[in-house]
């Protein structure tokens, strides 16, 4: 329900044109027109507030506060390209997708806890939302998970559903390095972006709950698609 909320509100913006600085109805108001309840019309403020696309201000409301037509990655959460996609409101798809057999070199063999040479699955294809190319994406595969995914036809699976429904694997953490990336030719043709342009190039290595590797992830993103959020406490 939360989430449905969060995309009417989203909607809403959209829908009325509203812009960076512009003031949202008061919550009261707001509750009425898109028909839910103060409470949790109330929680999914809070979520966009999280998320940094919204901000109040004492005494004088709720604010935009970022264009929520961006892609928002909280990295505290381990989400996968497919879930930010749709949590953003877009239909999300791939192309170019292809998949074969490469021989694991050092640092994939240090990744996935495998040895060199070893056979490895790898997956790549441009994420799209609604139609928009956005993010291209490598995925090598740790041995066991590989008998599964090559029975799957569709090229829009989602590799996080993959592994936690047809496999009953439960991810765990991932620590993601993120880079700034010098696009290439090759990636302005994939991604309908200009070469030499900045990129953010994420790498991560995903776990099961006893730390087993499970993918080891490469994926060059469109900045200008993106909002990526982090949660810093200080100590």
Do not use: W
């Not at 109040?56 to 970022?66: A, N, V, W």
């Not at 694991?104 to 294809?125: F, M, Q, Y």
């Amino acid at each position: 329900m939360k989430t449905d909320t969060r995309q009417k509100i989203i909607n809403y913006i959209s829908e009325n044109d509203l812009k960076v600085a512009d003031r949202l109805p008061s919550e009261a108001k707001l509750s009425k027109m898109l028909s839910v309840s103060t409470l949790t019309l109330r929680e999914s403020l809070s979520v966009l507030k999280g998320e940094g696309f919204l901000s109040t201000i004492h005494g004088e409301g709720t604010f935009i506060s970022s264009n929520p037509k961006h892609i928002s990655d909280t990295l505290n959460n381990n989400l996968g390209i497919t879930e930010m996609i749709k949590m953003a409101g877009f239909k999300p798809g791939s192309r170019d997708f292809e998949r074969g057999l490469v021989r694991a070199d050092g640092v994939i063999s240090e990744r996935l806890k495998v040895k060199v040479n070893t056979d490895v699955l790898v997956c790549k294809r441009v994420r799209t939302a609604d139609d928009r190319p956005i993010v291209y994406s490598i995925d090598y595969f740790a041995p066991h998970l590989v008998p599964g995914f090559l029975k799957i036809n569709k090229d829009n699976v989602s590799i996080y559903n993959f592994i936690e429904k047809e496999n009953n694997i439960k991810i765990d953490n991932s620590i993601a390095e993120i880079l700034p990336y010098k696009c290439t030719s090759f990636l302005a043709e994939k991604l309908d972006y200009e070469e030499g342009e900045p990129l953010l190039k994420f790498k991560q290595t995903i776990t099961d709950k006893k730390g087993n590797p499970l993918i080891y992830a490469i994926e060059y993103l469109r900045p200008n698609c993106f909002k990526i959020i982090v949660n810093r406490r200080r100590k």
